[in-house]
């Protein structure tokens, strides 16, 4: 039931093709945590990594995937590459044609950037956060972690607080979690709250109280500084208090409510230290190791489509 060529956002998927994501995904959560971990679903494949915008976790992350299916991974250094000389994308495009990568996974601070790059080169593009656009795997690994935990992705209340304006892990996730049939809550100062969000088919709050009212899943986000410029909050003492999650906003959602958070977290500011640590709340940690599993799962169908879409071609 997956059909797509790049993965370049959630808004292309169909809700059968985000489920045969989460269970491919599924089983390499299981092959994960065996002794064995290496398979060979992108055996004699390249995959070349480009993060034009530094991020630790989600770079080592698609590195471990691709290693884990076999393929031959590298990255390259694009904050001092050719790039900074004046390179155009166009330019990086053609070079890495001119390579024969079977997969290419980018980061760009750009919105459209991956978009333009997938028109360019002649191979499966995953898009690993562009601008304020999307993120899909994070959004992908995010609905793994949750139908984990409460057993369905469907018909549960999910609040996504603090950062909405400058997130595209918000992005993603809304239009995720909408096309699974769950009511989605914002919660969030005005001044980080995107002035078209109650035209996306949300709830939007500025209480926090109000939001978690009877919440299933508490997903907080990052506060954006390196994109912020201008002062969208007072002091992040007065940000904790009145938007960090803590014990006493939490009581308001589910007793069995889960608590997320793309990380990296800020502590103190966007959510109480002992709360984040709590393995009864928590599922922080879990959501780091569905992130591997739900880049193999998306890596290894597109493989499976680039190697039928080339056979065919070969065949013609």
């Known amino acids: 039931m997956f059909t797509q060529t790049h993965l370049l956002g959630i808004e292309p998927l169909h809700p059968l093709e985000i489920t045969a994501i989460l269970d491919r995904a599924d089983h390499y959560v299981a092959m994960n945590r065996s002794e064995d971990k290496h398979a060979e679903a992108l055996k004699g494949l390249t995959q070349i990594n480009m993060f034009f915008e530094n991020s630790t976790r989600t770079q080592a992350s698609f590195e471990l995937a691709g290693q884990r299916l076999g393929a031959d991974v590298m990255s390259m250094a694009m904050q001092a590459s050719s790039i900074k000389k004046g390179e155009t994308l166009i330019d990086t495009a053609l070079t890495l044609n001119a390579m024969r990568p079977d997969l290419l996974v980018v980061r760009h601070p750009h919105s459209g950037a991956v978009d333009l790059l997938a028109q360019k080169v002649n191979c499966a593009v995953l898009n690993a956060g562009d601008g304020r656009h999307e993120h899909p795997t994070q959004a992908l690994l995010d609905a793994l972690t949750i139908r984990r935990a409460k057993g369905r ?3 549960l209340v999910v609040a996504i607080c603090g950062d909405i304006a400058h997130s595209r892990v918000a992005r993603s996730n809304i239009q995720l979690l909408g096309k699974m049939e769950n009511r989605v809550r914002l919660v969030g100062p005005p001044t980080l709250m995107p002035s078209a969000a109650a035209d996306w088919g949300v709830e939007v709050y500025d209480d926090m109280r109000a939001g978690l009212e009877d ?5 907080m986000l990052r506060l954006q500084k390196e994109r912020m410029d201008g002062g969208f909050i007072p002091s992040e003492r007065e940000y904790y208090h009145r938007y960090g999650l803590d014990a006493d906003k939490l009581a308001g959602a589910k007793d069995d409510a889960i608590v997320m958070h793309p990380g990296p977290m800020n502590r103190g500011v966007e959510i109480d230290g002992t709360l984040a640590d ?21 890596m290894d169908l597109l493989a499976q489509n680039l190697r039928a879409a080339r056979a065919e071609a070969a065949d013609a």
């Open 153 to 155: 992705l469907h018909r």
């Open 215 to 219: 919440a299933d899943v508490v997903m």
């Open 278 to 298: 709590d393995i009864n709340r928590s599922v922080i940690q879990e959501q780091v190791e569905m992130g591997v599993a739900v880049r193999m799962a998306a």
